[in-house]
């Protein structure tokens, strides 16, 4: 099997990247952002024999691509999210990010990761789907929970959908929270949780989340996630359901995550697109 390079932000999802990986036979180099990823991704690197890992700072696109080559990698995942607000702060560019930054018109999500590819691909490295060892943690059409969402739960999410797609069509983000056909908030560079516990606080009980991806979703990077602390997030807000973009959205823990739904009375559903 080949080497395949992992580009490891945070939370769970490059965990579930390397073992998949791993477990199909997979040599895997990590290159693991120090700011960003778990300190525990070593421990698991270490104990899945064929791992190696590096830890490089946010911005040091050059020490990242020069591991990359040396480990013979000709293709790459990148897993987990870097907070978008760090673009702003605390990032200090090494030469080959600062050059990836003068070629951008603007600095979206999409426009930077776009480029940091073609960059990769000039090097020899191959950005693969996000995705490409998850398959069976995309999200699937229909209802998701035992309970349906209700007449009036659909038309909140049926008028979300609208506001979603719009705004995840400029990139801004790709979660709105919707009361009574009215947009109580819209996702920024907050995340999702944040942008769910505003919405709870601004509609009070009641609201609904609508999550999707982009009309063009590049599924190499920035893929929707939801996961147990989704749900969480909802149950304390007082949302009562949520909508996801069924075969473009990672659901992590799965039974996990339909179970706290249930108990919360949190419907969920995926949208067939």
């Not at 190696?52 to 480990?71: E, K």
């Not at 605390?90 to 979206?108: F, I």
Request: glycine residues 10%; proline residues 4%.
């Amino acid at each position: 099997m080949s080497r395949i390079g992992l580009i490891a932000g945070n939370g769970r999802f490059p965990f579930l990247v390397l073992e998949a990986a791993r477990a199909l036979g997979h040599d895997v180099t990590v290159v693991a952002v120090r700011e960003e990823a778990d300190p525990a991704l070593e421990t698991a690197a270490a104990r899945l024999g064929g791992a190696d890992l590096h830890w490089v700072s946010l911005g040091h696109l050059g020490t990242c691509l020069a591991i990359l080559r040396a480990a013979g990698v000709g293709e790459a995942i990148m897993a987990g999210q870097v907070k978008h607000t760090k673009l702003f702060s605390g990032v200090m560019p090494d030469l080959t990010l600062l050059k990836v930054l003068g070629r951008l018109r603007s600095k979206n999500t999409d426009a930077l990761i776009s480029a940091v590819a073609d960059v990769m691909a000039e090097q020899g490295i191959e950005l693969l789907d996000s995705t490409a060892f998850l398959q069976p943690l995309l999200a699937r059409a229909g209802t998701l929970t035992r309970r349906a969402p209700t007449d009036a739960e659909r038309r909140d999410l049926e008028f979300g959908y609208r506001m979603a797609d719009a705004i995840a069509s400029l990139d801004v983000g790709q979660t709105v929270v919707v009361k009574d056909s009215a947009v109580v908030a819209v996702e920024a560079m907050e995340g999702t949780d944040a942008v769910i516990e505003r919405g709870g606080r601004l509609g009070g009980p009641g609201t609904r989340v609508v999550k999707v991806a982009k009309p063009n979703q590049d599924m190499r990077f920035d893929v929707p996630v939801v996961g147990p602390p989704t749900i969480e997030a909802m149950r304390r807000a007082g949302a009562t359901a949520l909508s996801v973009d069924a075969g473009r959205t990672l659901v992590f823990d799965s039974a996990a995550f339909a179970a706290a739904a249930d108990e919360a009375g949190i419907a969920v559903v995926g949208r067939e697109t």
